[in-house]
DNA sequence: AATGAATGAGAATTCATTCAT
DNA sequence: TATGAATGAATTCTCATTCAT
């Protein structure tokens, strides 16, 4: 090989680095063994990445690129407050399992080795999804959608809280079994009854005060 | 015979590999620095533990037993279940921030480097509080303060969801970090403040079958 | 054919390759480095020079060149022996900072790395100024100018020593800071009491047989 | 092994360590080769030493020492000036040729790799030798022995420029060639004209202002 | 039984050199 | 012929684990 990598070679190489960091984590994962899965030499990586630490977090901005992508579409539609929850619960359900090793990559940011970049990757990663929850709750407030006596940012993180344990019991091996614990060896199967039952959950949160109202 | 090491020296010990795996994670940890720490040798630490990943499991389960004795006391008391919410919120705020060492422990284990126990600790973790939680909502729902038309094992574990997030938000850098950007930087300082919020969430969850049926 | 460089560009990358050689001796030097620098691709250096080693010996030379011409002007006067060896001082002096790298390159062929140069390229450099020193001393002898009890070869090497660890103490690091430390903080400042003294040095080396002669 | 290293054993370490920096340079030495070779693992040279410029600083400082301590007997005599002289000239001379690692370790300081050390080291090596010869001459110059227009410090420069020349001349590769090349190839088994040489050069210089004043 | 010095496999990283374009 | 991306051998350094004392 001579010619500049493709960007079908890069993606390939961030795909590896993926799958090996998802599967290890950041210190277990082998740099050697991921270049020569990649079909590459150490060099390369080395020269596009400069250390293993920029090259894992250009795996996991890859990964939450493809997650932001896959939830904007459904973010974005002109959908009621729980019709928009209802899609989104099922996006998540489904690119859990599809994703997996991006979800995992999250996941692995927020424990101990990667410490020092909480700060940065946080503002980073969070701060859309904060403020589009947060909006969407506050507008759903002004329409009287949803209750008024609440803090709609806490209640997006709340609602955020929800859907990232839902990822993670779709897609990581620990909350998996723990979901699992909780609801049934046969849960995976319910796919229905979940998203239904977190509908209920969720709809009453907020609209409570709503029939509250009606019921004085 | 390898009873040579009192109960407290096992603490000290337990302690100090807490204090580091919480810090460093199970990768980053040192084992002769733990030893080191801890005041006795690496030959000592080995003889008890076997290795490295041995001595995580026992800081480990160290962590999870002070967490379940404080948790227990809540779950154990009589009261009607959003009373009991409201004390369990309050318990894993206090002991989230006294006892993050301990909630990163289990945070670490959720990350790709310990697949391998996935399923063994989930189990033994996990089946408790799966169990407590779900017996509070069936009974809950008995005496007709909670809706029926709910799974309770379900509803356990969105509410576990929660908890398991509230704690990771007070304790661990990363979550620390995304909760200040949903709820505001001086959120640490508004504790009553999530604490009603939280309840107003669950709350509603809870009942909203209730004045639903009432309503009518 | 391989000429398509002009001799402006061998220049500008050999001077490229004195820079860096001088800062970092050959091992910490880096080709790829010095190519960019130079403004050229590896693959022409390499191909004009064919490894690193034989690069550094083309700096080597070109640096040596430089020297000597500096030199040469100095020794083909035909002043008597201590004005030549005053000029001589003052050129050393003047040069040494001018032309720090060239004299650091010379430094570097003398440490460990570059043992089996040694004989060839002691050969190649010495030579010339040996035979030339000798000469001129073997001359004064002749003309009465020096006493005659000495071996001129001897006294070359002595004189030729001086001026060396000249050139070193006003161009190379340690050479420098040792030079403070025996003659001052300040040495720097004093170039023309240096030149005094070392003329005394020498002149009294060369010249005490003959006082010792009309003294008696 | 399991006792801590003996003193011999260290002593065996860094000799190997001298020996392999002697003839590699820092860059082109192994570690790895340096602790087979001694015998020991790499382990334990990074216990004791930290890393590879630390272990070379230590293996430099070892060479020093015997060096200090060499020329120390001759310098602490109570001789005449030229004695001492000579003395030292016959010291450089045997040990030179000895303890050459120990010299070409020191040489090896001078060049570029070493850099930052240049100050710390200087200070250090050449403090101790700088002040000895200073005073010694200045004592000569106050007993008469000398003469009195000088700048004893740059006197001690020249001469301790001209041992230093000594030293590497019996003990460095391209200074051996060197010295061949001035003084003729048998310049090895001629150790007596060198030394009667190199005290002719000397004498005169220390005293041609009392022959001159003699004179007049 | 306890110690902790020693071990050495393993992993990250560098950079001289090659060779397809 | 020139390029410079790619290669991968080589080297430094770490640290879990062992075992002589």
């Known amino acids: ?64 690129n493809v997650l ?7 973010v974005d539609s002109e959908d009621k407050i729980l019709v928009r929850a209802e899609k989104m619960i099922r996006a998540v359900q489904a690119y859990s399992r599809k994703y997996s090793n991006y979800i995992n990559m999250y996941n692995e940011i927020t424990s101990g080795g990667s410490k020092k970049f909480a700060e940065v990757l946080a503002k980073e990663i969070e701060t859309v999804t904060s403020k589009a929850y947060s909006e969407l709750i506050e507008k759903a407030m002004r329409d009287g959608d949803i209750r008024s006596d609440i803090n709609p940012r806490m209640f997006a993180f709340f609602f955020d809280n929800l859907l990232t344990m839902m990822q993670f019991s779709y897609s990581c091996d620990y909350y998996k079994e723990r979901m699992k614990i909780f609801c049934g060896e046969d849960v995976e199967n319910r796919d229905e009854e979940m998203i239904s039952q977190l509908l209920k959950f969720l709809e009453s949160a907020f609209t409570f005060n709503q029939t509250e109202v009606i019921h004085k």
Chains 1, 2, 3, 4 share one sequence.
């Not at 293993?52 to 990964?63: G, N």
């Not at 932001?68 to 459904?74: A, G, M």
């Open 1 to 64: 090989m001579l010619r500049k990598l493709t960007e079908e070679k890069i993606e390939e190489i961030l795909e590896t680095g993926i799958a090996e960091f998802a599967e290890k984590g950041l210190d277990r994962a082998n740099v050697n063994v991921i270049a020569k899965n990649a079909g590459i030499s150490v060099g390369v990586l080395y020269k596009y990445y400069g250390d293993k630490e920029t090259f894992f977090l250009a795996c996991l901005r890859k990964s939450l």
């Open 68 to 74: 932001e992508s896959v939830l904007k579409e459904v």
